[in-house]
């Protein structure tokens, strides 16, 4: 399940159950700001609390502030840039951490909000794209296709008023070609860092049951080149082949050089990367083509189980996530 899936669900329940939830989500940010763009905390008029804008003193004075609302009577939505050093113009936030958020406040009530929040769910769990919207007159939400040549959540502002928006599209994309356990191991892996995983295996019931408690969706295909046409938005979307044998990469491979990857890994020794790229050469593959793939991928640590495997990719593609922002 992935992390906005969880986080809204958790909300229509306690709506559902007729209690008011206080929303707080990180709409912009600087660099060493704790609460980043995406960021996302709720707590209940029961007390309960999911999520995190940044946490330390910042996160304690909002959950007090929060509670306040939530015993108060109507509130209006309202954005807060909280500004993490001692001293300086603005609203601190107590933390001396450098940078500076912009957080949403909003209340979300039973009778108000529940039916939108039902068919965020609904688009969350159907896997559609869709637009959040949030502005001092309360929340909507509208089905739409996501607009990738924009950051997933954005604030848009003119003299008089301001309006949140996220797509609810997760940007956080990765297909693994391959479904043993070192897929396995990498999908814990990503899941927990906020990813949809999608995983293609010529296989059947080969982790099958776990793997679809973890991923976004888990394909059986008929043969390996056929998966790389089935992955949508190819241009966000993080690519790692991790098959059980030398012809499954290279036909792994051939279905996924000719799209658009954000990011293009390959699990294995030199010996066979050799083997790999004379192979897709003798295929007609060209040596710029050849260059569009990162193996063996993963950093260069002791990494020789499957979870440490996991750490090394998941490690590599956090950082160039980062030296790409």
């Not at 306690?14 to 905390?41: C, Q, W, Y």
């Not at 297909?175 to 293609?200: E, K, P, Q, S």
């Not at 190819?234 to 790692?240: A, C, F, G, L």
Request: aromatic share 6%; net charge negative.
């Amino acid at each position: 399940m992935s992390a906005a899936l969880e986080f809204w669900r958790t909300v229509e329940r306690h709506l559902g159950a007729g209690e008011k939830v206080f929303l707080a989500l990180v709409a912009e940010n600087t660099r060493h700001s704790p609460g980043t763009a995406g960021a996302r905390l709720l707590l209940t008029e029961g007390g309960e609390r999911h999520g995190t804008v940044g946490g330390g003193v910042m996160e304690l004075k909002l959950l007090g502030r929060a509670a306040g609302i939530l015993r108060g009577g109507d509130f209006v939505p309202e954005i807060r840039t909280l500004h993490h050093r001692r001293e300086g113009e603005g609203e601190r936030s107590g933390m001396i951490c450098a940078g500076s958020q912009t957080n949403l406040e909003a209340v979300c009530r039973p009778d108000a909000d529940l039916d939108t929040v039902r068919r965020i769910v609904g688009l969350l769990e159907d896997g559609h794209p869709g637009t959040i919207s949030i502005d001092p007159s309360g929340m909507t939400v509208e089905e739409r296709t996501a607009d990738l040549s924009l950051p997933q959540v954005t604030i848009e502002r003119d003299e008089r008023s301001w309006r949140y928006r996220e797509e609810l599209l997760n940007r956080k994309r990765l297909a693994i070609l391959g479904g043993g356990h070192c897929a396995l191991a990498l999908t814990r892996a990503m899941c927990r860092l906020g990813y949809d995983v999608f995983v293609f295996e010529t296989r059947e019931n080969v982790f099958e049951d776990e793997l679809s408690r973890l991923a976004r969706s888990v394909e059986i295909v008929e043969d390996f080149a056929l998966a790389g046409a089935m992955i949508d938005y190819p241009e966000i979307t993080w690519v790692v082949v991790m098959t059980t044998d030398f012809p499954s990469d290279v036909r792994a491979l051939t279905g996924a050089l000719d799209r658009p990857f954000r990011f293009l890994g390959l699990m294995g020794a030199a010996a066979k990367l050799e083997e790999i790229k004379e192979r897709l050469a003798e295929l007609g593959f060209t040596p710029e083509q050849h260059e569009r793939i990162t193996a063996p991928v993963g950093l260069p640590i002791p990494s020789h189980t499957p979870e440490e495997i996991a750490v090394s990719v998941a490690a590599q593609i956090l950082q160039l996530r980062g030296e790409e922002s």
